[in-house]
């Protein structure tokens, strides 16, 4: 398994191959694929579709993996931004929605 100083000698390599902007661009194909097998994934469940298709569940695992890849290229691109600072921010303010809803479902 790649450590993630390796993970991020193969982004340095794919950049300078083919340009910041074609990552850029591969990571939006790569979420619009993740959609794409989301929907799929739930009209497989909810609406039955796909009833013998066991490929959907595949497809849609190798779709958060892409996307998960690229997230991380894009997490060392901007990495001078402080995005943990960022996350935690918007968990917490996650949160807060979570325990009003609560609070509103128990009165």
Do not use: H, P
């Not at 325990?99 to 128990?106: D, H, L, P, R, V």
């Amino acid at each position: 398994m790649l450590n993630e100083q390796e993970r991020l000698q193969i982004y340095n390599k794919a950049t300078k191959l083919w340009g910041l902007v074609a990552q850029y661009d591969q990571c939006v194909e790569e979420m619009g694929e993740l959609i794409v097998a989301i929907n799929k994934y739930k009209r497989k469940v909810l609406y039955k579709e796909y009833k013998t298709d066991n490929k959907i569940v595949k497809n849609l695992v190798e779709e958060i993996a892409d996307v998960s890849i690229c997230l991380e290229q894009m997490r060392y691109f901007f990495k001078d931004y402080k995005i943990d600072e960022v996350i935690e921010r918007k968990m917490q303010k996650f949160l807060g929605q979570i325990e009003q809803m609560e609070k509103e479902k128990n009165n």
